[in-house]
């Protein structure tokens, strides 16, 4: 399908939001799943490019998303008004409880793309957000999050904005004073696994958003899998990108990852 | 003139269209069902069932090379019996052909799969996958003599179209093409993907978790298309061609070396609309080009 | 720490660095003088000479494919006496070793090809290119037991290192590479292209005036790259790398993968530069992770 | 080597002419002689393009070019600034002849491009070329040849400008008239061949530019021979890239072009 861009913008340093002409099925589209965009009409690179949905309001889709190689490159070059071909919503999303007490959302780096999203249909009484960063510029949409009602707390790995240090840590911290209802977390898999034992550990549901490389995006080709635990300590290989993108973090095979 | 006749009878499946998808790119038949209108394919080859269900190999499984698609998926299934139960019955009515890929490590899998398969409702063609690992080194589709073998074992137990499909790293992949037609292959499925192999300078490790996989996509098509040549000058049962195909000049040029049926594989992921336009693609050439149907340009090849 | 070592004694040859031009990539070593700065490479292989001057292939000889490159040169050449007069004299005092490289129809004509050369002036290392037709239908790359016959005709009459030359098709190319081995030859080289075709869907005729050619190129890493991990596993000779090398990461996956040489062909045509940017890109590599020579990266290959 | 690109226009539909910044060598390019041009940094398409050198003057070298296929295409999109990965000059070019009496150009389409470069050679006291092209807007410099002192005609297929007909045609009436001392040809293979026999049956010395297919460009490959006549009557190949582009046109064997 092609889409009609209509925004392309650097709004970091490596970090473009696009805006996307809205279409019908992407209207339904639950917070976690993605699109599967098409970077080049030539064979490089071949496949699509996976990238999770950032925003969706009534008339564009927006995605957030960091120049890694050809294809995200080639995805920044684009201007408005070029058409782009663009296939979703795809995947298994986040499972958005109807209303817990509290939620949390953890979100490093590029992770906070899905999370905004995310951040829409959550209701709780209490709801609250850790980003984290590399570095100041790099922490974005924390006003974002506000105006939904969020109580937002940054980390930035040099301390040039927020606390200094990793979101991780801040998480661990945070736990020690309150126990959220459930946690939502996106970002790079070490911060995932980090979270995940956390919670783990004190017994909070946590869902993670999970990166692989992806052929098919539909669950033909099984060339996304991650291996996960059965109940019965067996494991099985499960699709990323049919399964997932979000996992319940239990059934995840961490070590499998890192 | 009319619009010209696009359907095929391959080996005695009827298509409305030579255009099939590959074994292992289309999953069991649903996965693509919100992009890809299925009445518009020729016949669906699912992806390869083993008797019982397997694990696959370790992730990661696939890597991007130029032009081409790296994958060690390694005949990760949900076993024959899940297939039939769960898998067909959905697929039954879409009135488009159905072909079951097979892939086993010894003659009597193979027996048991054909036993299990042959009287299913639904089952339009059996596919043999000869490149699963063999007893010894080698795989089936590179030892043709137990490729013969075991096409006499399972030959009269099977009364569905067979279509053999073999692998492209063989010496002289006539030979066994051969083989199979001598042994009662109904068909031939060419090709199957090269082994390769991906390495990770700054890990110094294999990028696929299974060290080697096979190649697949446009960077084989010229290969694929050789090969195809190749084989249907020497065999008289009809061959589908694969390797590449990502438009539809390439499934002409398949066509035209001499492939009754093509298959696309790797252009799905990468365009799941390539089904409508390579079949838009080959009745624009018959029109312009004034063949009455597609038959006509298989093996239409000048000056060869 | 000090500049890597780049030195490589490839079978006796003395090479400033592991990266060498292919075989029929870079003509009779002065074609690319204006653009190539042949002190900067490893060793030229000049393109395969016969005992008496071939026409070659009737064009067109080349097309693109994805990522690839099709050709049918023939194994046009001047012949092993014009090359010996009109061509060494002005490659002798380069530093840089010469490489030739021979084909023949027969042992006969491989034994007065390597009589000519043994004792020419000059000349480093002999590669065979057993890519060559053979009197049947296989090439002897393809028929260990006659490419084993042909190395004993001639090991002994060979002073110089000798390389032997295989072509990828094949079902196992460890089997030849082994025979080689074990008949005396110096070192393996690895691969020379693929056998592949196209055709032109408006003429229909096949692209090439040889109808098929060999793929070489980019697409073909992959494959390349498996070949030269497997050989490396079962043989102790070296083995120089090559296909599709089109940067230095390549050139360092095919070392990882066990081969102690390189050599880039296609890359040439569309880069001049590439020798230098391997070259340097290796140098780098080595410097980086720590490496004192480049020999530490030769089959350094983790969990495999 | 990289070289500047200055500009980069659109000199008529589908026709464009780029200008790139000198460099040492091309300044002593023969007319004839071609440059080869990267025109992606992917493997699409794989090879270099040559084109010919259509003019040079103190600091820029110019082209002429058709979009033909993906290579010119991206050619085309190339901006002033950006560089471009460029060799040359390369080939043998045109012989030109010390002083004739007159000599005659016979370009068609795209053919044009190396012939202005070979007008500024030619001194001859009577100098004329002849040019045809499918339709008026394609006739480029008729202004240009006659700056430089030539008699200039020009047909096209349509009849829109000069006279309507085929550049051969009017090359064979021309010859009914005068008999220049020397031809030189560039354009389709099928003028080529007419103004070569033409010339043949006349005994009038004539040149061609010669295109095909390229991979190395300097003669190492044997991937763009033609095949040519020797005097003993036998057949060999000659390369286009190093022997030509430009054959003497009694020694083409032009029954294996056609
Ligand atoms: C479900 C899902 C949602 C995603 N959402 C977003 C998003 O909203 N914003 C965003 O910036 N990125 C997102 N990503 C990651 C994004 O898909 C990759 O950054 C992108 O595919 C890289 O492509 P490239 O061609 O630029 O880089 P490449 O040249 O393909 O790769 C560069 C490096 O990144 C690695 N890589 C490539 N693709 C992936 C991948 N899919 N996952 C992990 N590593 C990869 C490669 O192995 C390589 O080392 C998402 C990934 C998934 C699976
Ligand atoms: C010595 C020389 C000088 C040239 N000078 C000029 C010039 O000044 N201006 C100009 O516009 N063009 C010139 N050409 C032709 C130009 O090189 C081709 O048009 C160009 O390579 C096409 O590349 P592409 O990627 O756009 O098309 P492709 O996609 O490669 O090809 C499109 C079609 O054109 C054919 N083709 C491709 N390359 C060539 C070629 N080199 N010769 C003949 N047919 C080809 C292909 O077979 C194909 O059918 C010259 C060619 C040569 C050999
Ligand atoms: C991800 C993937 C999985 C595959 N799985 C199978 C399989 O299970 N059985 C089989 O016979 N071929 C399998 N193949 C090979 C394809 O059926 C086909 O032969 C090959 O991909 C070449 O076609 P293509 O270049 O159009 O993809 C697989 C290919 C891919 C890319
Ligand atoms: C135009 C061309 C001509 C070649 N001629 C020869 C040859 O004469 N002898 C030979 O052994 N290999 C020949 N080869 C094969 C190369 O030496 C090399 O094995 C192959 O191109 C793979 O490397 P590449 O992908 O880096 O080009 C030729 C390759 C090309 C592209
Ligand atoms: S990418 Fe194909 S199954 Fe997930
Ligand atoms: S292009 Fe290589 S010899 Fe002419």
């Given at each position: 399908m092609k889409q009609e861009i209509l925004s392309n913008e650097e709004?970091?340093?490596g970090i473009f939001r696009m805006g996307i002409a809205i279409w019908k099925r992407i209207q339904s589209a639950c917070p976690g799943q993605f699109v599967h965009i098409r970077c080049s009409s030539t064979f490089e690179p071949l496949l699509r490019r996976p990238l999770s949905i950032h925003e969706i309001d009534s008339n564009e889709v927006k995605l957030l998303y960091k120049v890694i190689g050809s294809g995200t490159k080639l995805l920044s070059e684009k201007k408005p008004g070029e058409k782009l071909d663009i296939v979703g919503p795809l995947g298994h999303g986040f499972n958005v409880e109807p209303s817990p007490e509290s939620v949390m959302i953890v979100a490093g780096g590029i992770g906070a793309a899905p999370v905004l999203f995310l951040a829409h249909f959550l209701k709780a009484a209490r709801k609250q957000v850790l980003i984290g960063a590399r570095?100041?510029?790099?922490?974005?949409?924390e006003e974002e999050f506000k105006k939904l009602g969020f109580s937002v707390e940054v980390t930035t790995d040099d301390g040039s904005y927020g606390k200094k240090g990793l979101v991780s840590s801040l998480f661990e911290e945070f736990l020690k004073r309150e126990t959220p209802a459930i946690v939502y977390a996106c970002g790079p898999v070490a911060l995932l696994k980090e979270v995940a034992d956390t919670c783990g550990n004190c017994g909070i549901p946590c869902q993670v958003s999970i990166e692989n490389q992806m052929a098919c995006g539909v669950g033909a080709c099984l060339g996304c899998v991650i291996k996960t635990k059965e109940k019965d300590g067996s494991t099985i290989y499960r699709r990323v990108c049919k399964d997932g993108p979000v996992f319940d973090a239990s059934i995840v095979s961490w070590e499998s990852l890192i | 003139m009319g619009k010209p006749d696009l359907t095929v009878n391959f080996a005695g499946i009827k298509m409305r269209n030579p255009l099939m998808v590959a074994s292992g790119t289309?999953?069991?038949?649903?996965?693509?069902e919100e992009l890809v209108d299925v009445k518009k394919l020729g016949a669906i080859v699912l992806k390869s069932v083993t008797l019982k269900p397997r694990q696959g190999n370790?992730?990661?499984?696939i890597v991007e090379t130029p032009a081409g698609l790296l994958n060690a998926i390694g005949l990760h299934n949900i076993g024959v019996s899940a297939l039939i139960r769960e898998k067909l019955p959905g697929l039954r009515n879409l009135g488009t052909p159905i072909i079951v890929s097979i892939g086993g490590e010894t003659v009597e899998e193979f027996v048991e799969l054909i036993e299990f398969l042959t009287d299913a409702e639904g089952i339009s063609g059996i596919e043999l996958n000869l490149s699963c690992p063999n007893i010894g080194k080698r795989i089936l589709a590179q030892d043709p003599a137990a490729a013969g073998k075991l096409l006499e074992s399972i030959r009269k137990k099977c009364r569905l179209p067979l279509i053999v499909k073999l692998s492209p790293q063989v010496t002289d992949i006539t030979e066994i093409a051969g083989t199979c037609e001598e042994k009662g292959a109904d068909a031939i499925s060419l090709i199957n993907s090269f082994p390769g192999m991906a390495i990770d300078i700054e890990t110094?490790?294999?990028?696929l978790g299974n060290t080697t996989g096979g190649l697949t996509g446009p960077a084989i098509k010229p290969l694929a298309l050789k090969m195809v040549w190749d084989v249907c000058r020497v065999v008289k049962i009809p061959v589908v061609g694969m390797g590449g195909v990502m438009r539809a000049s390439d499934a002409i040029e398949f066509m035209l070396a001499g492939a009754k049926a093509i298959a696309v594989g790797t252009a799905l992921f990468s365009n799941p609309d390539i089904i409508e336009e390579i079949v838009q693609g080959i009745e624009d050439y018959l029109v312009q080009n004034g063949f009455a149907s597609v038959s006509q340009i298989v093996g239409n090849l000048d000056g060869s």
């Amino acid at each position: 399908m092609k889409q009609e861009i209509l925004s392309n913008e650097e709004v970091a340093p490596g970090i473009f939001r696009m805006g996307i002409a809205i279409w019908k099925r992407i209207q339904s589209a639950c917070p976690g799943q993605f699109v599967h965009i098409r970077c080049s009409s030539t064979f490089e690179p071949l496949l699509r490019r996976p990238l999770s949905i950032h925003e969706i309001d009534s008339n564009e889709v927006k995605l957030l998303y960091k120049v890694i190689g050809s294809g995200t490159k080639l995805l920044s070059e684009k201007k408005p008004g070029e058409k782009l071909d663009i296939v979703g919503p795809l995947g298994h999303g986040f499972n958005v409880e109807p209303s817990p007490e509290s939620v949390m959302i953890v979100a490093g780096g590029i992770g906070a793309a899905p999370v905004l999203f995310l951040a829409h249909f959550l209701k709780a009484a209490r709801k609250q957000v850790l980003i984290g960063a590399r570095t100041g510029e790099l922490i974005l949409y924390e006003e974002e999050f506000k105006k939904l009602g969020f109580s937002v707390e940054v980390t930035t790995d040099d301390g040039s904005y927020g606390k200094k240090g990793l979101v991780s840590s801040l998480f661990e911290e945070f736990l020690k004073r309150e126990t959220p209802a459930i946690v939502y977390a996106c970002g790079p898999v070490a911060l995932l696994k980090e979270v995940a034992d956390t919670c783990g550990n004190c017994g909070i549901p946590c869902q993670v958003s999970i990166e692989n490389q992806m052929a098919c995006g539909v669950g033909a080709c099984l060339g996304c899998v991650i291996k996960t635990k059965e109940k019965d300590g067996s494991t099985i290989y499960r699709r990323v990108c049919k399964d997932g993108p979000v996992f319940d973090a239990s059934i995840v095979s961490w070590e499998s990852l890192i | 003139m009319g619009k010209p006749d696009l359907t095929v009878n391959f080996a005695g499946i009827k298509m409305r269209n030579p255009l099939m998808v590959a074994s292992g790119t289309f999953g069991y038949g649903e996965e693509y069902e919100e992009l890809v209108d299925v009445k518009k394919l020729g016949a669906i080859v699912l992806k390869s069932v083993t008797l019982k269900p397997r694990q696959g190999n370790p992730p990661p499984r696939i890597v991007e090379t130029p032009a081409g698609l790296l994958n060690a998926i390694g005949l990760h299934n949900i076993g024959v019996s899940a297939l039939i139960r769960e898998k067909l019955p959905g697929l039954r009515n879409l009135g488009t052909p159905i072909i079951v890929s097979i892939g086993g490590e010894t003659v009597e899998e193979f027996v048991e799969l054909i036993e299990f398969l042959t009287d299913a409702e639904g089952i339009s063609g059996i596919e043999l996958n000869l490149s699963c690992p063999n007893i010894g080194k080698r795989i089936l589709a590179q030892d043709p003599a137990a490729a013969g073998k075991l096409l006499e074992s399972i030959r009269k137990k099977c009364r569905l179209p067979l279509i053999v499909k073999l692998s492209p790293q063989v010496t002289d992949i006539t030979e066994i093409a051969g083989t199979c037609e001598e042994k009662g292959a109904d068909a031939i499925s060419l090709i199957n993907s090269f082994p390769g192999m991906a390495i990770d300078i700054e890990t110094r490790k294999p990028v696929l978790g299974n060290t080697t996989g096979g190649l697949t996509g446009p960077a084989i098509k010229p290969l694929a298309l050789k090969m195809v040549w190749d084989v249907c000058r020497v065999v008289k049962i009809p061959v589908v061609g694969m390797g590449g195909v990502m438009r539809a000049s390439d499934a002409i040029e398949f066509m035209l070396a001499g492939a009754k049926a093509i298959a696309v594989g790797t252009a799905l992921f990468s365009n799941p609309d390539i089904i409508e336009e390579i079949v838009q693609g080959i009745e624009d050439y018959l029109v312009q080009n004034g063949f009455a149907s597609v038959s006509q340009i298989v093996g239409n090849l000048d000056g060869s």
